[in-house]
């Protein structure tokens, strides 16, 4: 489906010189002189090289659709991840690198969605928010409280977090994936 330039969202899935790029980022910039255009930083689904395009209103380019189909992961085996079709039970092995920093939220049996390009996986899609207890935390400062600030604390798979200054360590927390925020105390 082409797609005007002025019409492209971060998470759009691009073809663009031959490649299946994933929007990042976009930026629309209306200069003095000239046509307005959107800035777009993308990444390149296979190898992860990036690159920034400007597109202008009367430019054209392909959005990509893809498939998405439910996948259980059940275990790493040294740089490939293990998921479980939870259709008709297959098993695939995808490299590690796929998810990026993002492994790290992964736990077993989590329920995960991977979008196919011609039935080949090209990314997955983990939970949005994931609970995680916190194994470190640092004490809170007297006087600090009044203000909003946070300390650093470190959640039960190696991430650092910025949470409040009341959670301690072996609270239960709800975490961002993506923005690797503290969103709420687990209930």
Request: net charge negative; charged share 30%.
């Amino acid at each position: 489906m082409k797609i005007s330039g002025v019409d492209i969202r971060p998470g759009n899935i691009l073809e663009y010189e031959k490649g299946l790029w994933k929007v990042a980022k976009i930026q629309h910039t209306q200069p003095g002189k000239g046509g307005a255009y959107m800035q777009v930083e993308m990444k390149n689904l296979v190898d992860g090289r990036k690159t920034n395009v400007r597109f202008r209103s009367a430019d054209t380019v392909e959005k990509v659709r893809l498939d998405t189909k439910e996948f259980q992961y059940l275990y790493q085996d040294d740089s490939f991840l293990v998921f479980m079709d939870t259709e008709n039970y297959e098993q695939i092995n995808l490299n590690a690198d796929m998810l990026g920093d993002e492994v790290a939220f992964l736990t077993d049996g989590m329920d995960v969605t991977l979008e196919l390009y011609d039935e080949k996986p090209i990314s997955v899609q983990l939970p949005d928010q994931i609970e995680a207890e916190i194994v470190e935390a640092d004490a809170v400062v007297k006087g600090q409280t009044a203000s909003s600030s946070y300390k650093p604390a470190v959640l039960d798979n190696g991430v650092r977090v910025m949470v409040p200054p009341f959670i301690a360590a072996g609270t239960r927390i709800v975490v961002d994936v993506y923005a690797r925020e503290y969103v709420r105390k687990a209930d």
